[in-house]
């Protein structure tokens, strides 16, 4: 229940803490390096003392009583025989002991300059000078002392410190060893007021703290103890490292007291010094990490903290939830964009929480009387798993007390009812990229064990259906419900930020679809017409046009039933050729789309008009009709396409790559004559006769030269191949449409596969001086520098399918350093953002308040509502207000819609996508 | 300092144009954003830049501001304004 005051923190300040505090604060003296006795009970004074708290339930802890849960655990101490330096503060200890007197203590700098640190400290401060700015500054000072060959307080001459990695002090030139003792006394003798200059606050921290005399030790409760189903003991990795320390420690003590030599009491200093430093840091570098028995790396105390596995980023940053399904997706044209088919199991279980009221109190009753698992019958009903009193008290509902529970309702209450249709829900799928990543939808309960989605939706997701899972979360409130609905609906994310434009629209079939429906306008009888609308919600016909007294209706006519009645639009579709001269509403290709009050009157709807990322059509309706009537046309849209596809049948197969034997020959003679045309170059390139390209070698220019030839070839293959590949060829239909697939797929499949490259050059390695050795030494022609001249489908020789795999296996390389890269990048551009926020002045500042751009964006416009990056779209305003005689004016030469975006965005995702099991951060130093 | 200053900076067509405000001029632009110094983003005394302003005004103390009006890709100018610090 959220009760209690909830107030703001001002400010949190760490500090070191001193070993009088670590002996105040211990419940016990840890003195045994033993934890439990023969009979399995902990031993007083021993690592699992009963009074460090309780692991076991039932049991009570000694020191305050309460049980398991209830008591936090509370921390024990160990005596250090000798004083061991604290890895962590290694740094700082360096420090200190350069910039200040080894003999006085004293910081090695003149009143003047400690007082000049003073100033400019407090200038900083009142100028807004972060933690990090007097860190820097406090080094300046240092390094300033440090570099003071005599003390200006005795005057005593200063010897150079020096670091043996990762704990040892050297001094002077003949590099004696300083003991933690003797650094312990040093930094003992800096007095209070120096303190400051060095970045140390003397009120809370004193610098010898950092040099420890008494370990402190973790409550039980930090490293609990497992007991295996053997019925044996296996301690945390902390408790073992801890025996450790015990044990060195109570050697140390002996021989010290007993008066050994000097050399070993030394050693096994050493050897406590390395158990402490491994205690709390395993991965220490210049020391061998503590190991297991079996060889595992022990996790000490900063393994805990550090990396992704680490307490920071999956347990503060990131948590797990409660109210949250994952399953396999599948797809469901009939869906709206923003519904998602729940199964039934998964809605049984997800649960929304209802306060009672008087005015729904009848309402749940019924549904509480239900129980959690009604009847499956025609129609879903909805049923209750618990119920909230109002003291907080959480009954679960049976089918047995149901009944009861039911007459119990009382207002107040609160009722957590199961999932049911129209319940706002927030999908994701991972690696959540950009926002669209996670969107609100309204839930469609369906039996089937599957998510399903609208196909529209697949692109912000990346998704496909080879066995993709998604999450989906249950909102709990209604804040977030109603914030959910207005920023996250799918409808809301369909024009990018990231360019001006739709990231959602048709995709493949969808496209194809449109095609057909609107390409040189069929006519469908009313059967036809009337069985492609019947997948519409109740549309009124227009009126048909009469053919020899048949009525027919045209796919034009169609398609503007789901147009807004008053929609313009000019523009050039996919399938435009680009002529010289554009021929307008005569093009002879059907390409120049004009649609004039909702009626689409010529050109050919395809991905240029409805696609994702490219849609005219989708931008501009959801520009200047809402995003809720974007999200009716696509769904409409959707509908009406996959209603035409089927009306017509559609199909792909291999002998859409067919090509008439003399296309074939033609291609095979043209890759002859180019093969002998490197050939020949190759020839003038031995003799000496090649002429040199300026600022390139002979050999280079004998390289470009032959790409230059070999690329023509691959392009005049696919011309040839596409000259024999027309309109009725469902392939190409598909890449001219921008359905799927493009002209160079086919040309490849069915003209030819042309020269592979590695780094943008012929193949060159394998072995010395030849690519394979079933070529000459030295020979530079085009098949044995990796000419492919065979298509795919006619096959490629050994030689050339093995010239393939190297040219393939460029591209899978550069993914996999893409992916690590680009993620890792991301990470620290999220880092650094994540907390900016746009205030209500037009700034963007952090959380400190500070400004970090005086206007968001420099023009204060937001992305996802501007046209392809441009704040207004002149063309529209003319062709708004000229009406038809803002057509003479129109530059049709548009840049396409974010394409390059898109595109390029997309082939990151997938990269990610594809590495994303084996995905790792690398380790570049650290966070 | 000035001595070893052979290029002027500022003169670079990708370096955006740097003036030195009066304290007039830096109260009035701090009272319209409605802030306080400690909120400007800042700027170094070492910057190149400040080097060349104190070329022209002299010794340019930390505390005063500096407003720079430079290209922008979707503003065409923007002005920012910065805080001299130390370093």
């Known amino acids: 229940m959220m009760k209690g005051v909830s107030k703001r923190i001002g400010s949190i300040k760490f500090s070191c803490v001193s070993p009088e505090e670590i002996r105040k604060m211990s419940a016990t003296k840890v003195i045994t390096a033993d934890t439990y006795d023969d009979d399995g009970f902990p031993i007083d004074m021993g690592l699992m003392d009963p009074h460090l708290g309780v692991i076991e339930p039932g049991l009570r802890c000694k020191t305050c009583g309460h049980k398991v849960d209830e008591c936090p655990g509370h921390f024990g101490h160990i005596d250090l025989a000798m004083p061991v330096i604290h890895v962590g503060f290694i740094k700082d200890i360096k420090r200190l002991l350069e910039s200040t007197c080894r003999i006085c203590g004293r910081i090695l700098l003149t009143a003047e300059q400690i007082e000049a640190h003073r100033i400019a400290s407090e200038r900083m401060e009142e100028l807004g000078g972060d933690t990090i700015d007097q860190k820097l500054l406090t080094k300046e000072t240092s390094k300033d002392a440090s570099s003071k060959p005599i003390c200006p307080h005795c005057s005593a001459e200063q010897m150079k410190i020096k670091l043996d990695k990762p704990t040892t002090f050297r001094e002077g030139d003949d590099g004696h060893k300083l003991t933690p003792k003797e650094v312990r006394e040093r930094l003992e003798r800096i007095p209070d007021e120096d303190l400051l200059p060095l970045g140390i606050d003397p009120q809370t921290c004193r610098p010898e703290w950092m040099v420890l005399t008494a370990l402190a030790v973790p409550p039980v409760t930090v490293r609990p103890s497992i007991t295996l189903d053997s019925g044996d003991r296996s301690e945390d990795d902390l408790t073992h490292k801890l025996v450790d320390v015990l044990r060195i420690n109570q050697r140390l003590r002996e021989n010290r007291d007993a008066g050994a030599p000097q050399l070993i009491v030394e050693d096994l200093w050493e050897l406590l010094q390395y158990h402490v430093t491994t205690y709390f840091d395993n991965q220490t570098s210049g020391i061998p990490p503590a190991r297991h028995r079996s060889g595992r790396p022990l996790k000490t105390l900063v393994q805990r903290l550090k990396g992704k596995e680490g307490r920071f980023r999956s347990n503060l940053s990131g948590k797990r939830v409660n109210f949250s399904a994952r399953t396999v997706i599948s797809p469901d044209p009939l869906l709206s964009i923003n519904e998602v088919g729940v199964p039934i199991t998964a809605a049984r279980e997800l649960t929304v929480p209802v306060h009672v009221n008087e005015h729904n109190i009848d309402f749940l009753r019924t549904l509480v009387a239900r129980g959690p698992s009604p009847p499956e019958g025609e129609e879903h009903l909805v049923g209750v798993n618990y119920v909230i009193r109002s003291d907080g008290r959480r009954i679960r509902v049976t089918d047995r007390n149901a009944e009861t529970v039911a007459e119990g309702l009382e207002l107040d209450y609160t009722v957590e009812r199961q999932l049911m249709d129209g319940d706002v829900v927030l999908f994701n799928r991972q690696p959540s990229l950009h926002r669209m990543s996670m969107m609100a939808h309204t839930v469609r309960i369906m039996p089937g064990k599957t998510f399903r989605f609208n196909l529209c939706v697949c692109p912000p997701y990346n998704a496909d259906f080879d066995g993709d899972e998604m999450n989906l979360h249950v909102l709990q409130s209604d804040e977030a419900r109603a914030e959910a609905r207005i920023l996250m609906a799918v409808q809301e994310n369909i024009l990018s930020p990231r360019y001006g434009g739709p990231i959602i629209g048709a995709i493949h079939d969808h496209v194809t679809g449109a095609y057909y429906l609107t390409h040189d306008n069929p006519k469908f009888d009313s059967m036809q017409a009337l069985t492609i609308l019947s997948k519409l919600e109740h549309k009124t016909l227009v009126d048909p046009i009469e053919i020899d007294g048949e009525k027919y209706w045209t796919g034009k006519q169609l398609f503007s039933l789901v147009l807004p009645p008053d929609f313009q639009a000019i523009f050039k579709s996919s399938i435009c050729q680009n002529c010289d001269q554009c021929k307008k509403e005569d093009c002879e290709f059907d390409s120049y789309v004009k649609i004039k009050d909702g009626k689409l009157l010529c050109g050919t709807i395809d991905a240029k008009a409805i696609g994702n990322s490219k849609g005219k059509i989708l931008d501009k309706i959801a520009r200047d009709y809402g995003s809720e009537r974007v999200r009716q046309f696509i769904d409409e849209c959707t509908r009406l396409c996959l209603g035409a596809i089927m009306n017509r049948g559609f199909s792909t197969g291999i002998d859409d790559e067919d090509i008439p034997e003399e296309a074939s020959l033609q291609i095979r003679e043209f890759n002859k004559e180019s093969v002998e045309k490197v050939d020949k170059l190759v020839e003038s390139y031995r003799e000496g006769t090649l002429e040199q390209m300026p600022g390139r070698s002979l050999r280079e220019t004998l390289e470009v030269e032959a790409m230059k030839v070999l690329g023509k070839a691959r392009d005049e293959a696919g011309r040839v191949a596409g000259k024999h590949l027309g309109m009725e060829n469902s392939a190409v239909v598909m890449a001219k449409s921008g359905a799927r697939g493009s002209m160079l797929n086919l040309s490849q499949m069915a003209g030819a596969v042309g020269q592979q490259a590695v780094r943008g050059e012929r193949l060159s390695r394998g072995y010395w001086n030849r690519t394979l050795p079933h070529f000459k030494k030295g020979d530079l022609g085009a098949e044995a520098k990796g000419f492919v001249a065979n298509s795919y489908k006619s096959g490629l020789n050994p030689t050339e399918f093995f010239f393939h795999s190297m040219g393939g296996r460029e591209g899978l390389v550069d993914t996999a350093v893409r992916t690590s890269r680009s993620g890792y990048m991301q990470r620290r551009l999220i880092s650094a953002l994540e907390d900016l926020k746009l205030t209500a002045d037009g700034t963007i500042r952090n959380t400190a308040d500070t400004i970090v751009q005086f206007r968001y964006g420099e023009d204060g416009v937001d992305p996802a509502r501007t046209v392809q990056g441009k704040a207004i779209d002149l063309d529209d305003v003319f062709a708004e207000v000229l009406g038809d005689d803002a057509e003479l004016l129109l530059q049709l030469e548009e840049a396409s819609i974010g394409e390059d975006y898109a595109t390029l965005e997309k082939d990151e995702m997938e990269f990610i996508e594809e590495e994303e099991v084996s995905f790792e951060e690398p380790d570049f130093g650290g966070e | ?87």
Not at chain 2, 17 to 30: F, G, S
């Open chain 2, 1 to 87: 300092m000035a001595d070893i200053l052979t290029f002027n900076v500022l003169e670079h067509s990708l370096v955006p144009e740097h003036y030195l405000l009066t304290d007039e001029e830096a109260d009035q632009v701090l009272s319209k954003l409605r802030i306080t110094r400690d909120q400007l983003p800042k700027i170094r005394r070492t910057d190149p830049g400040i080097k060349v302003l104190e070329n022209i005004y002299g010794p340019i103390d930390e505390g005063k501001l500096v407003k720079i009006v430079r290209k922008s890709e979707t503003a065409e100018e923007f002005v920012v304004y910065r805080l001299v610090i130390r370093g």
